[in-house]
């Protein structure tokens, strides 16, 4: 009989993975997104305002309450956000936590018989939580894979990454991270957090998903690219507030690790998100404390009070810590360039062969992983367990599955513990609270950290780029803490001082990989505050993170920018390059033609463009009485299909349907012409028009933007490229030196009184009005 089930589950595993879908099957590219039929994985998004008769009528209608709805609206959507991503943040440690303990459990009641059934039912364990990450992620959401900060960095830069926002992928990440994490992958769950708050909030901008019939009219208020842009801001903050508990430092990670533009209603509402956030957090934690959430604990949440360590530092310490910044830099800025070979060689040899191969990859992976997180203390010989006064809070040994240091775990005697498989055989969470831990001098030995040191760093730039949701912040925090400690061991036997805590520069080395790697500064130091309540710590933070981040700048840069140019996003940094400063826009055009409408257009002839050509805007002529041509405006591509698709406009005549510019009813309201959020939106092979309609005309007045932003053909290059990115635009017009001056404006034109216009202090930016 059971030879038969046997037999019955392997022909259904067998028919399942036939079933999957190779090389031949789909068109997947090296990060799981689908590529268009031109061969193109992105599009810019649209966050200037397009000032046409639609939104221009829609401004009018606007009254002081529905100004203030629009701002309770915003509000109301930041608590949402908030409450949302708390929740989901509880629900994945949660589900880590106890798939976690219930794998230790299991595997410390065999071992207790048998290390080596113990080994298989370790490995088996891991390796069916990590395929049903791999299988959720191919076959359902390939938008889930990696960390998605890049993809969310460049959203917010104004590069809209097809898919990365969909339900699907927020479902992907939250259940793929569980399996991956709770596998025991050399990975974290922050960084999908972060893509997790801003999958939570895109679908309360866009009001839901319709695809799959979870969507509200009440819901679809906001309809513009930059109110969509402000909400995935707060929920990229409220990620980083729920991973590690640090509401201020999410705020900060928003404000200089993703987001391009700001402002200061935006950081109100951000500061709200990431307050409700750990409100959230808080009372989850509250409520598990009394044992109603199984194996989850104080280690579920990143969290490591270090506040009883160490309390004061002298002067002759801070070589030793600088030493850690260098060290810190190197490691990271290596970590960085092994990630960028291994992930092209996936892009281009082993990810284009299909998902099978993806699934391969990842289960080998979890392979190599067990057998060296299992098997590499088996050949660590045990310590006697030091002498520990009755109050200190310690217990030397530990039984195997149990919080806390001095773990015995294939020790010959009773008094004896096992410093490798402390922070090994064992989660990441556990095991840097552990590294952290005070009064703990001599717990390691340098042989030990070594050994876990290149092991784990090897393993995190193996597992990195894999096809399953994968953070870095706590591989980096591990990595860190263990040559931090390293290097805090040879301090205390060089100074021989008693308040020195090898915990001290655990925390430090935590702190300069992290720089060296991400090159955060402000947000990161404000997070490792948090996070070990040790504020007395804050200038030896400051002092290393400032020198990692100059040692690892000399190599390369930082590991998301470094990604997001692997994927294809086409980031704007902060700054212009030097050489932009000696070419103008003229140059910058160079010999391309461009394509442009008439005011008045057959409707045959804009199919014809629309099909010859991939561009999103065209400028739009007309031409005065005494023949001059003059630019009227810009035509967005997304328009004039909406404009296709409803035919409401289409004319016989070849004449403007209103040359006087004024008593033409709108058929159209503003928010048709958004586009879905993280889609692609209507195409031309969509539209269908019949030989009549392609003899027809449309004119364009009413619908383009009159007021494009325009700039000289000999501006510097770098004056451009200031303006593009700080104003969020998709296109600028380059044209000839103008011929007059009507007007100048200077800074008092711009000073209106309250009493004139006060509503619009606030709502620049709403379903129908897009920023200044």
């Not at 909400?231 to 705020?251: D, I, K, S």
């Not at 912040?473 to 001082?497: A, C, D, E, H």
Request: glycine share 10%; hydrophobic share 40%.
């Amino acid at each position: 009989m059971l030879s038969n089930h046997l037999q019955n589950g392997i022909e259904t595993a067998r028919l399942v993975w036939s079933r999957l879908p190779n090389s031949d099957d789909e068109a997947l590219d090296e990060v799981g997104l689908s590529k268009k039929s031109d061969g193109s994985r992105s599009e810019s998004l649209d966050y200037e305002v397009i000032e046409n008769n639609a939104y221009r009528e829609e401004q009018a209608q606007r009254r002081k309450l529905m100004v203030g709805y629009y701002v309770g609206v915003k509000w109301f959507f930041a608590l949402l956000i908030g409450i949302g991503t708390g929740l989901a943040a509880v629900f994945i440690n949660i589900s880590v936590e106890n798939f976690a303990g219930w794998k230790f459990q299991l595997t410390f009641s065999i071992i207790q018989k048998s290390y080596v059934a113990g080994f298989l039912v370790y490995i088996l364990f891991n390796l069916l939580l990590v395929f049903s990450s791999v299988y959720i992620v191919t076959q359902f959401a390939p938008a889930a894979a990696g960390s998605g900060i890049p993809e969310i960095k460049g959203y917010l830069n104004g590069v809209d990454t097809h898919g990365i926002l969909l339900f699907r992928t927020l479902i992907g990440k939250i259940f793929g991270s569980i399996g991956s994490v709770g596998g025991g992958l050399a990975l974290g769950k922050e960084g999908p957090l972060v893509h997790t708050g801003a999958c939570i909030a895109s679908l309360f901008g866009q009001g839901g998903s319709t695809k799959y019939h979870l969507s509200s009219r009440w819901l679809q208020v906001f309809k513009s690219d930059r109110d969509r842009r402000d909400l995935v801001t707060c929920g990229c903050a409220a990620g980083v507030a729920a991973a590690f508990r640090a509401p201020v430092g999410g705020v900060l990670f928003a404000l200089e690790e993703v987001t391009s533009w700001w402002r200061s209603q935006l950081m109100w509402r951000v500061f709200f998100t990431s307050a409700v956030v750990a409100v959230v957090v808080r009372t989850a934690m509250g409520w598990c404390k009394s044992g109603k959430c199984g194996h989850f604990g104080s280690g579920g949440f990143i969290i490591w009070d270090i506040s009883d360590g160490q309390e004061d530092y002298s002067f002759e310490e801070l070589l030793p810590m600088a030493i850690i910044g260098v060290i810190g830099g190197l490691l990271g800025a290596l970590f960085n360039q092994l990630t960028i070979y291994i992930t092209y060689w996936r892009r281009n040899y082993l990810h284009k062969k299909g998902s099978r191969v993806k699934m391969i990859e990842v289960c080998l992976v979890s392979l190599i992983t067990s057998v060296i997180s299992f098997g590499l203390p088996l050949l660590r010989k045990c310590s006697p367990c030091p002498e520990v006064e009755l109050n200190s809070g310690i217990e030397c040994p530990r039984p195997p599955g149990m919080y806390g240091n001095y773990v015995n775990f294939y020790c010959d005697k009773d008094n004896e513990y096992n410093d490798l498989a402390t922070i090994f055989f064992n989660t990441q969470d556990d095991a840097i609270r552990n590294l952290f831990s005070a009064k703990t001098i001599h717990e390691y030995s340098a042989q030990s950290l070594l050994t876990f040191l290149v092991m784990f760093y090897s393993l995190a730039v193996l597992t990195f780029g894999t096809a399953v949701p994968a953070g870095q912040f706590v591989p980096g925090i591990m990595i860190g803490s263990t040559y931090g400690r390293l290097v805090g061991m040879f301090v205390v036997n060089f100074y021989k001082k008693l308040n020195i805590e090898e915990g001290t520069y655990a925390l430090l080395g935590a702190a300069s990989f992290l720089g060296g790697s991400m090159r955060m500064t402000v947000s990161l130091c404000v997070i490792m505050v948090e996070i070990t309540n040790n504020l007395k710590l804050l200038p030896l933070i400051m002092l290393v993170l400032l020198i990692s981040k100059a040692v690892g700048d000399a190599f390369n840069e930082g590991l998301y920018e470094e990604q997001a140019r692997l994927r294809g996003i086409p980031l704007l940094e902060s700054r212009p390059k030097y050489q932009m400063r000696k070419m103008t826009a003229k140059e910058a055009c160079g010999n391309k033609k461009v394509v442009y409408f008439p005011r008045v257009v057959k409707v045959a002839d804009v199919v014809s463009i629309l099909r010859s050509n991939e561009h999103n805007g065209f400028p739009v002529i007309d031409h005065t009485r005494n023949g001059e041509s003059l630019v009227i405006g810009l035509m967005l591509r997304s328009h004039l299909l909406v404009l296709l698709q409803s035919k409401v406009d289409f004319q016989h005549s070849p004449l403007p349907s209103d040359p006087r510019g004024g008593g033409k009813p709108i058929r159209h309201n503003f928010t048709e012409f958004a586009k879905p959020v993280s889609s692609k939106g209507i195409s031309i092979d969509d539209i269908h028009l019949s030989s009549d309609d392609l003899e027809m005309y449309i004119d364009l007045a009413p619908f383009l933007n009159p007021s494009p932003y325009v700039v000289p053909e000999d501006m510097s290059l770098s004056k451009v490229y200031n303006l593009f990115r700080q104003l969020g635009l998709r296109h600028i017009l380059v044209v000839p030196r103008a011929s007059r001056v009507i007007g100048l404006i200077t800074r008092k034109d711009l000073l209106i009184e309250d009493n004139e216009n006060s509503e619009t202090v606030e709502l620049q930016s709403t379903s129908s009005s897009t920023a200044r």
